[in-house]
């Protein structure tokens, strides 16, 4: 790599850095940046996975006052590593082509289950509503959805974590936001290991882009807890229409 694309690098991973703590989907700024650099497709996508991983921690540090106290929340954890893991095999195992064709409309699905969040609460019940062993059996499936897709594709996670948590917990965006961060950090910590074992991995990428995601995800986590939560749902919900959209049409081009 030559200087220009060291720049592009770092400047790639703290926008998406800040982007993944405030809504999700930074990815798709350091994704291509990678391909930009040269990088194959596959061998971006495993490299970009494990950059962004310390940006996750990092927005985990910046909301951690959210994170709801109490076993619930650490029981979700091996849920998302078991998941994660099956997203990576999936990747590594399977032609990718189909599974692009199917990420926009995961993509923009997910976007509009969180536009529409109260309709649906209405109609499928509210959290507070369930009994608690639907109400974990209900997070857990999300959880588990949500990862086996970061495992495989992990642009717009961050968006398709907050919808499915914001249907079915009952909570604040903010404190949705903060699991978010947890899990999405579970997902690099999971992806790194399998990737850094078994996938095309570009480590002089990763030394570049880890460091900078790490600084624009504790920034970003911190202007997440500044907004009003009608202004974060409308950045996330704004922000994933994008990255579907952009989705779409990369596929089909």
Not at 41 to 62: D, I, M, Q
Not at 88 to 103: G, I
Not at 167 to 177: F, G, K, N, Y
Not at 229 to 243: N, S, Y
Request: proline share 6%; hydrophobic share 60%; net charge positive.
């Amino acid at each position: 790599m030559d200087v220009s694309d060291v720049v592009l690098l770092v400047v790639a991973g703290l926008a998406a850095g800040t982007v993944n703590a405030v809504a999700g989907g930074g990815s798709l700024i350091t994704f291509p940046a990678l391909i930009a650099v040269g990088l194959p497709p596959v061998a971006a996508n495993v490299t970009n996975s494990v950059s962004v991983f310390p940006g996750y921690v990092a927005s985990v540090a910046g909301s951690r006052a959210d994170l709801p106290r109490g076993r619930s929340l650490w029981l979700l954890l091996p849920t998302a590593v078991v998941g994660t893991a099956v997203g990576c095999v999936l990747l590594l195992a399977t032609p990718a082509r189909a599974f692009e064709l199917v990420v926009p409309f995961l993509v923009l699905g997910a976007t509009a289950v969180l536009a529409f969040q109260d309709p649906l609460r209405r109609l499928v019940g509210h959290p507070a509503e369930l009994g608690a062993r639907r109400r974990t059996v209900t997070v857990q499936a999300m959880v588990a959805l949500g990862t086996v897709y970061g495992g495989y594709f992990g642009a717009a996670l961050g968006v398709m974590l907050v919808a499915g948590l914001a249907l079915v917990l009952d909570a604040t965006l903010a404190r949705v936001s903060a699991v978010k961060n947890l899990l999405s950090a579970v997902v690099g910590l999971t992806t790194l290991v399998v990737f850094a074992l078994f996938g095309p991995l570009n480590w002089a990428a990763v030394a570049v882009v880890a460091p900078a995601t790490l600084v624009g995800g504790y920034a970003g986590a911190r202007l997440a807890r500044r907004l009003p939560p009608v202004v974060l749902k409308t950045l996330i919900v704004v922000f994933g229409t994008v990255i579907g959209c952009y989705l779409l049409w990369r596929a089909l081009r």
